[in-house]
């Protein structure tokens, strides 16, 4: 037994996100039912393998089924009212602005089912200024504020994180809804709305570094601001900001240029992490580096000497020897893979963390497993991704419609059954429709 087997969903999403979503309710044993435009979610098209599967798609996908259903038909709204008292659970990924405009509302689903759970997501939260318009995930990490912290630069300006920490963060955030709003539903019989966004998301993981202390260093944080603002109306490069931001000691950089960083090792890479008193005095015996003669700040020529010193060291031996080495004495590391080295590292494979898929087009693939494993009720990634529209005809037919309205849909085009997809294609132009 699966701990969600007996839980329908319906979603109504692309990209990766809220996708991410349905695939962790999948893998706990929800009848997760894709619901796509006849082109397909974009994220067929995004790194393609086959004329209909993509890279993305695959990875984001596996366990669920797929219809496809065109929102801008006219035919469309029957379809979408008997997902509704089919499902337990909706999932819905638009800009606020298109939620009426489809009938994908809580207000409109609450009219049909006032049990069901609705999950609302929209990229910048449902109230404010932006509640309306639609936005991505380098969109949530420039607004939250925390890609000042964690992206990378190219030619004085910030890139992008990769991979979209916030849409898959999103997706972990909107399954823990999910899932606490049915257990209030099998406490009170009531369905409810749930809302999550990607800005929200951001914001959260943001939980260590946004955080501000008025009373004990108001004075400060506002000096500090007041500089970062005047470097900017200068013209400085993100890296002088950021700089200029860490070496005042408001992030603690000092000791992740020591204690908690990357190393390159002579054949590779390695992490450390000993940011405690105890963990940097074992992390000194270890590498029989010299303790700090004084306190560590910024800029100074003791600083320079010790980030100098254990780069030497740690570049004079291998990874593996480096890793029982600290190890022997306490000292947290790890190695630093290669992405291809992720599926071999022993200790991925030990916990499943990654698994292989076998797809009746694609073939063999390996994606990431379940991060969540239950001692009684398993939960594991199993199957692959759904061919476009390969579910569309049963899906129909469990939701009440017979033959009949089944070949008028298709006929009409409000959707596409596997064997006529390419034939829909021709015939609207490849017409996305989830915009």
């Given amino acids: 037994m699966k701990i969600l087997e007996d839980i329908k969903v319906a979603e109504?999403?692309?990209?990766?996100?809220?996708?991410?979503?349905?695939?962790?309710?999948?893998?706990?044993?929800?009848?997760?039912?894709?619901?796509?435009p006849p082109q397909g979610d974009a994220m067929r098209h995004l790194g393609r393998l086959l004329d209909d599967e993509g890279r993305t798609y695959a990875v984001t996908n596996p366990g669920k089924r797929s219809m496809t259903l065109d929102l801008q038909s006219d035919g469309a709204k029957p379809v979408i009212e008997a997902l509704f008292r089919w499902a337990d659970v909706v999932l819905v990924a638009f800009k606020g602005s298109d939620l009426d405009r489809y009938g994908l509302s809580w207000e409109h689903a609450k009219s049909i089912d006032p049990s069901l759970i609705h999950l609302t997501h929209t990229p910048f939260g449902p109230e404010g200024p932006d509640a309306l318009v639609g936005g991505y995930d380098v969109l949530a990490q420039a607004t939250s504020g925390i890609g000042f912290f964690m992206n990378r630069t190219e030619n004085g300006v910030p890139t992008s994180t990769r991979p979209a920490i916030n849409d898959m963060g999103t997706g972990v955030y909107s399954a823990l809804g999910v899932v606490a709003a049915l257990r209030h539903r099998d406490k009170t019989g009531e369905g409810q709305r749930v809302d999550t966004s990607l800005l929200g998301t951001a914001v959260s993981f943001g939980m260590p570094v946004l955080g501000f202390f008025p009373d004990l260093r108001g004075d400060q944080d506002d000096a500090l601001e007041a500089e970062l603002r005047s470097l900017q109306a200068e013209g400085a490069s993100f890296e002088d900001i950021r700089n200029h931001y860490e070496n005042s000691g408001a992030g603690g950089q000092v000791l992740f240029k020591i204690y908690f960083r990357h190393y390159q090792t002579s054949d590779g890479m390695i992490a450390v992490a000993a940011l405690s008193g105890a963990l940097r005095q074992r992390f000194h015996d270890a590498t029989g580096i010299d303790e700090p003669s004084e306190a560590l700040r910024p800029g100074t020529p003791e600083l320079s000497r010790l980030v100098a010193e254990s780069e030497t060291v740690l570049a004079s031996a291998s990874s593996e020897h480096w890793l029982t080495h600290l190890r022997s004495f306490g000292v947290p590391c790890a190695r630093y893979n290669l992405p291809y080295d992720v599926p071999r590292d022993p200790q991925v494979r030990a916990n499943g963390y990654m698994v292989e898929l076998d797809h009746p087009t694609i073939g063999r693939y390996v994606t990431t497993g379940m991060p969540v494993q239950f001692e009684t009720t398993p939960a594991p990634i199993d199957k692959p991704s759904p061919q476009l529209a390969a579910h569309t005809e049963e899906i129909l037919s469990e939701l009440g419609f017979d033959q009949t309205a089944r070949d008028r849909l298709a006929a009409e085009n409000v959707v596409t059954r596997r064997d006529d997809t390419q034939r829909h294609d021709d015939l609207t132009g490849g017409r996305i429709g989830y915009e």
């Fill in 12 to 36: 109504f999403a692309q990209n990766v996100a809220i996708p991410h979503c349905g695939r962790l309710l999948a893998a706990m044993g929800a009848d997760v039912v894709k619901i796509e």
